[in-house]
């Protein structure tokens, strides 16, 4: 159990201001913020456990999410003020003209401590990505992050990207996906990837978003304009709140073992054994640049344009 005097002191929060203290005796502003149960849900859990929303005046409602798209449209629809989701939904709906809009960083990628790997039953012969040309790979999602990252995984290496064929699995299905022949690599991200690698029947070739860029952008925290627009003050205290929140939880593992794994309904000891994502304290639009280019390079969008446009 994680003591909560130890967590407001860590964020500075144990004694409000005047200002502060008006905010929470008022009725605050409830956002509704929509996330998949993955590690990148762990500062808001901290946040709202720690009391540092309400500190800085906004109520924050965690609501389970499953797929960026459904996010997406659920915040366009207006049923959540906030969601947090992978990069492709945002720039594709951009592109179409969604319009939603960035307003903080989420999950990114760190080279030191990868949360996703090319995984391969011991017994194949690949040795390189080049070698996967004409061959399938499981992707928890088509057009996502991690096949352009492996596009370019493939063609850096002198393969041929477009003789890849990607099939969409569900996480829980990539190892069996492996052994019956369905697929010859499978892109595996936690919590799955440590179950998957204990078994003994796998090894990894290297991880998927090392073929995007060094520190890009996984996921973000957006909104609908219009929503925006009506609560921007609201929207920096949350980020503001939540950015705090992220700096303890990045260098303080251990101690959010037991929140992550309440809420997500994970095994404690899967969460200690599996590596632990890095999220964003700040938002920096040249982490998001890639991904763009890399969706213009590979069709998933007609063309490449500035990552300013997708941010509040």
């Keep these: 159990m994680i003591a909560r005097r130890s967590l407001l002191a860590a964020l ?22 929509g996330m998949a149960l993955t590690d990148g849900v762990t500062p808001v859990l901290y946040g709202i456990r720690t009391g540092a929303f309400k500190n800085a005046g906004v109520d924050v409602q965690l609501v389970a999410g499953n797929s960026g798209a459904a996010l997406s ?10 969601a947090a989701s992978s990069l492709m939904p945002l720039i594709t709906g951009h592109v179409r003209g969604v319009g939603l809009r960035i307003i903080a960083g989420s ?24 070698e996967f040309s004409g061959k399938t790979v499981a992707t928890l999602a088509l057009q996502s992050l991690d096949t352009l990252g492996i596009s370019a995984l493939v063609d850096k290496s002198g393969g041929t990207s477009s003789s890849v064929r990607f099939l969409e699995t569900p996480s829980s299905l990539m190892l069996s996906a492996l052994e019956n022949g369905r697929a010859d690599v499978a892109s595996i991200s936690e919590p799955n990837l440590a ?7 796998l090894r990894t070739l290297g991880d998927p978003y090392a073929g995007v860029a060094p ?46 794994a309440e809420y ?38 007609d063309a490449a344009f500035n990552a300013k446009e997708l941010v509040a």
């Design 12 to 33: 500075g929060s144990a004694t409000l201001s005047s200002a502060g203290a008006r905010l929470v005796a008022q009725t605050l502003p409830a956002f509704r913020v």
């Design 107 to 130: 999950s990114m990628y760190s080279a030191d401590a990868p949360t996703s790997e090319l995984c391969l039953l011991k017994t194949s012969r690949i040795g390189s990505f080049a």
């Design 215 to 260: 520190g890009c952008m996984i996921a973000a925290f957006f909104c609908a304009p219009d929503f925006l627009a009506r609560n921007r003050d609201a929207i920096e205290r949350f980020t503001g709140a939540l950015y705090r929140a992220t700096a303890y939880t990045n260098t303080h593992h251990a101690e959010t073992v037991s929140l992550l």
């Design 264 to 301: 997500a309904h994970m095994d404690p000891d899967v969460v200690r054994r599996m590596t632990r994502l890095t999220n964003a304290t700040s938002l920096d639009v040249r982490a998001i640049q890639p991904a763009i280019d890399l969706a213009a390079k590979y069709r998933v969008i």
């Design 195 to 201: 179950i998957a690698l204990e078994s003994g029947k």
């Design 73 to 82: 449209a659920a915040v366009a629809g207006g049923s959540l003020e906030v």
